[in-house]
Antibody
Framework: QVQLQESGPGLVKPSQTLSLTCTVS??????????WSWIRQPAGKGLEWIGR???????NYNPSLKSRVTISVDTSKNQFSLRLSSVTAADTAVYYC???????????WGQGTQVTVSS | DIQMTQSPSSLSASVGDRVTITCRAS??????LNWYQRKPGKAPKLLIY???SLQSGVPSRFSGSGSGTDFTLTISSLQPEDFATYYC??????????FGPGTKVDIK
């Protein structure tokens, strides 16, 4: 059974960098043929796809966030990570990681982690 | 950018009801449309991919249809565990994905 678990600070100060890690179990990032994505959902708003990475390190980002986002992968730890720089209150959201099957959808997802941007 | 809309934004229904949720794309997306279920505090769950293909393990009371710009998710007989929020997602413009705003299904 494939499981994903997000981890990282729940509180980040404005202008700083948000950093989250997603640990994958039950599947190998390095031997599979999937992408691995980050998605977020601010309270009361819809889901927003942030970006994704392939095992090779190739990335795709949402154009609206591209200038501030970096996604990286550590295949030795079976993890991938998100960094979002220069955060503001608008970046407060529940952040999810997911296995990305491209046109076949995101499955499974992690439980999500709440990140609040506040001083 | 492809914009996704859903209707209704919320609905109240009873156990056993047939429920239909509509998703519309701002341009044709062929059949590149997925549906997700999200319950509070839980991971979103993929229900339907490619407009009408049932994800493994998902009950057969869930079905999807449509192509082009108009899509529907149908729950044939609503069960207590189906009260949740449902989202559509277009994957036509991969790798840029967009979601609909969601439809909340609650108990009448």
């Amino acid at each position: 059974q494939v499981q994903l678990q997000e981890s990282g600070p729940g509180l980040v100060k404005p202008s700083q960098t948000l950093s989250l890690t997603c640990t994958v179990s039950g599947d190998s990032i390095s031997s599979g043929y999937y992408y691995w994505s980050w998605i977020r959902q601010p309270a009361g708003k819809g889901l927003e796809w942030i970006g994704r990475i392939y095992k090779s390190g190739s990335t795709n980002y949402n154009p609206s966030l591209k200038s501030r986002v970096t996604i990286s992968v550590d295949t030795s730890k079976n993890q991938f990570s998100l960094r979002l720089s220069s955060v503001t209150a608008a970046d407060t959201a529940v952040y999810y990681c997911a296995r990305d099957k491209d046109w076949r959808g995101f499955d499974p997802w992690g439980q999500g982690t709440q990140v609040t941007v506040s001083s | 950018d492809i914009q996704m809309t859903q209707s209704p934004s919320s609905l109240s229904a009873s156990v056993g009801d047939r429920v239909t949720i509509t998703c519309r794309a701002s341009q044709s997306i062929s059949s590149y449309l997925n549906w997700y279920q999200r319950k509070p505090g839980k991971a979103p769950k993929l229900l339907i991919y490619a407009a009408s293909s049932l994800q493994s393990g998902v009950p057969s009371r869930f079905s999807g249809s449509g192509s082009g710009t108009d899509f529907t998710l149908t729950i044939s007989s609503l069960q207590p565990e189906d009260f949740a929020t449902y989202y559509c997602q277009q994957t036509y413009s991969t790798p840029i994905f967009t979601f609909g705003p969601g439809t909340k299904v609650d108990i009448k």
